[in-house]
């Protein structure tokens, strides 16, 4: 049995939906930052798979990749920030519990 | 052949390791699954022959992202004990909603069909070294402007959490 380009896919698929399941479900704030990473990877496995056997020899693929990783750095470091920042004032990293703009 | 076992390998690793992620009821065992989920990604990118990429997400995911997740819900401690719940009301609709998401993108993909093609001969020797001719030549701009992103990133982080109770400096 030899690797396709499906099995990467259907692996990015099921990574994915579990992400989604995360950050629908979890209260905790930091949980939804997790689950938000595991999205990333998934999208970021389809690019470099889709980079691997699409286009062989020639990687813009994994070039999008290292500018998705950084930006999902920089995004996961506001968001933590954001996150101490709500813990200090209200004591609390529950999402659902900061409803302070909710009308 | 080796290549398949390892696939499936890592796969089952990133899979189990993801679900208890997002499953786990201690928020700290869910970031070192996390880190154990990225772990398999960065596998992925070996058996796709992105050296290069595998190195930065276990730099990158593994060592800061992880870590500053870690420390974080340390500094969250209080609230997050054995008591409180992790998980909200939706969690039903939340698993119809993404088993239908995994559905509709795995149905989409053996419909279109096209997709069941065999990776070339190449190696990927040279790997690292095609990437940095590509960020410093044809990819130079947006490697800066991502630049300036982390910079800017970094700085508001620090005035975000610097604030004290009263809002003050």
Redesign the interface.
Known sequence: MILTLTHFLVLAAILFAIGVFGALTRRNAIGILMSLELIFNAVNINLVAVSRFVTPGDIPGQIFTIFIIAVAAAESVLGLAIILAIYKKRATVNADEMNLMKW | ?I??IL?YAF?IL??VA??L??TSKN?FH??LY?AA??FG?AG??V????F??AA??VL??IG??VV??IF??N??KG??GKN?????K??L???I???M??AL??LA??KTGG??????S?TGAG?TA??GN??LKD?VV?FEV?SV??L???I??IV??S???EGEK
Not at chain 2, 47 to 50: F, G, I, R, T
Not at chain 2, 84 to 88: D, Q, S
Not at chain 2, 115 to 120: L, P, R, S, T, V
Request: hydrophobic share 65%; no cysteine; charged share 5%.
């Open positions: 052949m290549e398949t696939f796969a990133i899979v993801g679900i992620t997002v928020i869910s970031a996390l989920a990225l990604v992925i990118y058996l796709l022959q992105a290069f990429l930065v997400q990158v995911y800061a992202v500053l997740t974080v819900i500094l969250t609230i997050t409180v719940p992790l998980v909200n939706q969690v609709p939340g698993i909603v993404s088993l998401t995994a993108i795995i993909l053996l997709f069941d093609m065999i990776a070339g190449d790997n095609l990437i590509l960020l990819y947006p991502v992103l982390l800017a990133a970094l508001g982080a975000i959490v604030r004290d109770k």
